[in-house]
């Protein structure tokens, strides 16, 4: 039973190409969010969402929308992908109303050439 | 605005020795305090947490960090470290309660673990 799970794994694509990534939960947590981990394994908050609300938005491109259909799922959508993006995008989750901790996917390793 | 500092980027060791690492943080407020494991091509996984009461806390593999108020800090250690040990440790702070809270992640060390 993954608490965490996200997909693809592994994404290689092109400039300018739009991609999308997906993050499910099933720990019943209200609050998810997206990391984005660079090559120095720096982690930078993207988004969170409550209860399919938006919360955080952090300073990110407007390239980058997230989507949440249902507390259990947050989507990410990458427009026009720059060289930059390439880095390894994490999804989270936590119950916001009983712990501080994060539980975390496997996380994605987008690669832009 | 609360930031995380983490001492030391590297931080290699022989097996069976024991180990620090160190974290420091600021905050205007109540602190909730974290350390994550990130072993090669995994996810974050939760070490320990302080959140409140007892200023040593216990984690899980092994691994221990106290809570220092007056010196800003919340080290981790471990008395004698493994192989399996090796991999990125991620010192977090925790902004502020509810669902607008958010974990500032410090820069990372990396803990290798040499025979």
């Known amino acids: 039973d993954t608490a965490v799970s996200q997909t693809p794994k592994y994404l290689v694509t092109q400039m300018g190409n739009d991609k999308s990534i997906k993050c499910e939960q099933n720990?019943?947590?209200?609050?998810m969010y997206w990391y984005k981990q660079d090559s120095k394994k720096f982690l930078k908050i993207m988004f969170s969402?409550?209860?399919?609300?938006?919360?955080i938005n952090e300073t990110v491109p407007n390239r980058f929308s997230p989507k949440s259909p249902d507390k259990a799922h947050l989507n990410l959508h990458i427009n026009s992908l720059e060289l930059g993006d390439s880095a390894v995008y994490f999804c989270?989750?936590?119950?916001?109303?009983?712990?501080?901790?994060?539980?975390f996917g496997p996380g994605t390793r987008l690669t832009v050439t | 605005a609360q930031s995380v500092t983490q001492l030391d980027s590297q931080v290699p060791v022989f097996e069976e020795a024991p180990v620090e690492l160190r974290c420091n943080y600021s905050?205007?407020?109540?602190?909730?305090l974290f350390w994550y494991v990130q072993y090669p091509n995994q996810g974050l996984q939760l070490l320990l947490k302080?959140?409140?009461?007892?200023?040593l806390v216990k984690g899980i593999n092994g691994f221990e960090a106290e809570f220092n108020k007056s010196q800003t800090s919340f080290h981790l250690r471990k008395p004698s470290v493994h192989i399996s040990d090796t991999a990125e440790y991620f010192c977090?702070?925790?902004?502020?309660?509810?669902?607008?809270?958010?974990?500032?992640f410090g820069k990372g060390t990396k803990l290798s673990v040499k025979p």
């Open positions: 969402y409550n209860n399919k609300e938006l919360i």
């Open positions: 905050s205007s407020v109540s602190v909730y």
């Open positions: 720990l019943g947590h209200d609050t």
């Open positions: 977090a702070v925790s902004d502020r309660p509810g669902s607008q809270g958010n974990l500032i």
């Open positions: 989270a989750s936590r119950n916001s109303g009983h712990s501080y901790e994060q539980y």
């Open positions: 302080y959140l409140s009461g007892s200023t």
